[in-house]
T-cell receptor, first 120, second 113 residues
Framework: AQKITQTQPGMFVQEKEAVTLDCTYD???????LFWYKQPSSGEMIFLIY??????QNATEGRYSLNFQKARKSANLVISASQLGDSAMYFCAMRGGRGAGGTSYGKLTFGQGTILTVHP | DAEITQSPRHKITETGRQVTLACHQTWNHNNMFWYRQDLGHGLRLIHYSYGVQDTNKGEVSDGYSVSRSNTEDLPLTLESAASSQTSVYFC????????????FGEGSRLTVL
């Protein structure tokens, strides 16, 4: 079974500074994908970034980058130059591949989320 | 633009009543999912479908059912609503089963009194 752990219930950051949101995972699947979603106070789920387990380079999307450390089973989200609009709940999620029984194939498993507050 | 819509967005019901939450997507995605979101638990998978006539149980499926009679719709039914099913429900769909992102609906807030 897959498990995603986000150990930071809440994080605070000053506007224009960088912040790292932690995510660790556990899986027996040989291949998997890691996702980050943002949920602002309005409630919608917004896809931010994706990292495949066999990708050689860390994923980046604008101000978002994923610090992927496979051996440590971590997939931390780094937000550079924080903006007030970045204040939201952030979810880390994992999707398994076809290997290892494929029981997690196709399905996203989510962490508990981290609430990020950006101060002016 | 293609989209995924949920209805109703808000519903209040009484314990024991049957409730159906609708989910409709226009992307022609084969894969559809229902999640519930509760404080401290993130999003948990209720049921999912990989195509017409295919349905599967997720980690919190007790008390819920789904049916998939066409590609566009995956309604979620609570056969006999319980207070423990008060939650925010999200429907999602995806084209792929590995690398592709899930596209989420706006969510349906259900309160069971």
């Amino acid at each position: 079974a897959q498990k995603i752990t986000q150990t930071q219930p809440g994080m605070f950051v000053q506007e224009k500074e960088a912040v790292t949101l932690d995510c660790t995972y556990d899986t027996s699947d040989p291949s998997y994908g890691l996702f980050w979603y943002k949920q602002p106070s309005s409630g919608e789920m917004i896809f931010l970034i994706y990292q495949g387990s066999y990708d050689q380079q860390n994923a980046t999307e604008g101000r978002y980058s994923l610090n992927f450390q496979k051996a440590r089973k971590s997939a931390n989200l780094v937000i550079s130059a924080s903006q007030l609009g970045d204040s939201a709940m952030y979810f880390c999620a994992m999707r398994g591949g076809r290997g290892a029984g494929g029981t997690s194939y196709g399905k996203l498993t989510f962490g508990q989320g981290t609430i990020l507050t950006v101060h002016p | 633009d293609a989209e995924i819509t949920q209805s109703p967005r808000h519903k209040i019901t009484e314990t024991g009543r049957q409730v159906t939450l609708a989910c409709h997507q226009t992307w022609n995605h084969n894969n559809m999912f229902w999640y519930r979101q509760d404080l401290g638990h993130g999003l948990r998978l209720i049921h999912y479908s990989y195509g017409v006539q295919d349905t599967n149980k997720g980690e919190v499926s007790d008390g819920y059912s789904v049916s998939r009679s066409n590609t566009e719709d995956l309604p979620l039914t609570l056969e006999s609503a319980a207070s423990s099913q008060t939650s925010v429900y999200f429907c999602a769909s995806s084209q792929g089963l590995f690398a592709g992102e899930l596209f989420f609906g706006e969510g349906s807030r259900l309160t069971v009194l």
